[in-house]
């Protein structure tokens, strides 16, 4: 013989989106905002349910470059009552990245290296030391050296624009960025 009870099926959780969107050319981008999320139950369903996006305020056809937070809501029926879950998207409109294969997957496709060595060069060997994406590029040296890597060149039209680079040293690495018209 079994006994034991049965709890009511409740809410548990809900997934948050998250949304990452690239500006156009006037550094807006034109979003749209999931249709659903997931709603997770405590009996470990799951269902995918329509979600209403609080929008007042934001112009969701020329959102500028930033980050936002989206409240939101759904409404489900676990059990015979109606349930509100209150969820948030959370959004970033990025500026394009007007460098061909910046990450480098690529392989080496637009860049000049002044060298290359042995085990060193665009490679996936340790994913730990990766920021985005499988590939990165690799160079070691024990004893001092100087290596160059040079992207093809990008025209740009005039205005302002954001560079960012991502890289790890020890030791005595000094890393040295110049553009063509000699920014330091």
């Known amino acids: 013989m079994q006994t034991g009870s049965v709890a009511p ?8 989106p998250v949304l990452t969107v690239e500006a156009g050319s006037d550094g ?7 249709d659903a999320t997931t709603v997770y139950y ?3 369903t799951s269902e995918t349910a329509s979600v209403v996006w609080e929008t007042a305020g934001l112009d969701l056809n020329t959102l500028p470059t930033g980050s936002y937070t989206v409240q939101g809501t759904v409404t489900v029926t676990p059990a015979d009552t109606p349930v ?6 959370t959004l970033t409109v990025i500026y394009p990245n007007l460098l061909e294969n910046p990450g480098f997957e690529n392989g080496s496709a637009g860049y ?3 060298e290359n060595w042995p085990g060193n060069g665009v490679t996936e060997k340790e994913p730990g030391n990766l920021h985005s994406g499988r590939r990165y590029l690799h160079f070691y040296s024990a004893a001092a050296r100087t290596v160059t890597v040079q992207h093809d060149p990008v025209t740009l039209q ?3 624009y954001t560079f960012t680079l991502y890289m790890q040293g020890e030791g005595g690495f000094r890393p040295d960025l110049r553009d063509r018209c000699g920014w330091q």
């Open 112 to 114: 000049t290296f002044s």
């Open 84 to 89: 509100t879950v209150e969820v948030h998207c």
């Open 42 to 44: 405590s009996d470990g």
């Open 158 to 160: 005039p205005g302002q």
């Open 28 to 34: 807006t981008a034109a979003v749209t905002l999931p």
């Open 9 to 16: 099926k409740k809410v548990e959780s809900a997934d948050n």
